[in-house]
Structure formats: structure tokens, C-alpha cells
């Protein structure tokens, strides 16, 4: 999937992983995004969140633009992140 993060005001040229851990490794070598635990803007491009996130929520945050989804065994309805098809079947 092609990379969105904006540095100096262009999208990255790379492709990145449609995993966790792809992602991951992406923003630290490319991006300088690094694992000292400050809270990091999301500079995907078109993404309206501007509050700072956890160093540690980066990544799934992430995974909701480059269009994974979860499916809910029982209704087949499709959700962005993993811990929100948990959280629905809970309710269901």
C-alpha cells in the first residue's frame, strides 16, 4: 500500500505494510518516528485527527488508512480496527 506521511510537505515516495509491525518498522526508518514514548501527530495525508496519540497507538491508528478490516464472524459487518469487532460482538 503507498505511504501517505507527509514530511516537507510531499507524501512518501515508499510503499508500506498492511501490518502492525510493517508499519511499524517503516515510521522509524523512514519517518524518524521513534520508540521514546512521546505522543506523535498523525501526518497521513487527508487524515482530519490532530491530537497527538500515543507513541504505541500510532501503528493501529494507521491501519485504519491503508484499509484493513476486521470482520464480525456472526454478522459479517466489516470494522477498521480488531478491538472494535471485539467490542461489537460483546454488544451483539
Known amino acids: 500500500h503507498p ?16 501490518s502492525r509491525l ?5 515510521l ?3 519517518h524518524q518516528v521513534s520508540d521514546d514514548g512521546r505522543p506523535v501527530v498523525c501526518r ?3 487524515c482530519a485527527k490532530r491530537r ?11 491501519l485504519t488508512h491503508v484499509n484493513v478490516k476486521w ?5 459479517k ?3 477498521a480496527r ?6 461489537h460482538r460483546r454488544r451483539v
Open 3 to 18: 505511504c501517505r506521511w507527509v514530511t516537507d510537505n510531499a507524501p512518501c515516495p515508499y510503499s508500506v505494510s498492511r
Open 22 to 26: 510493517g508499519i511499524e518498522s517503516h
Open 28 to 30: 522509524r526508518a523512514y
Open 44 to 46: 497521513w495525508e487527508g
Open 52 to 62: 497527538p496519540l500515543k507513541r504505541e497507538n500510532l501503528a493501529r491508528h494507521l
Open 71 to 75: 470482520e464480525c464472524p456472526e454478522c
Open 77 to 79: 459487518k466489516l470494522f
Open 82 to 87: 480488531s478491538d472494535s469487532v471485539q467490542r
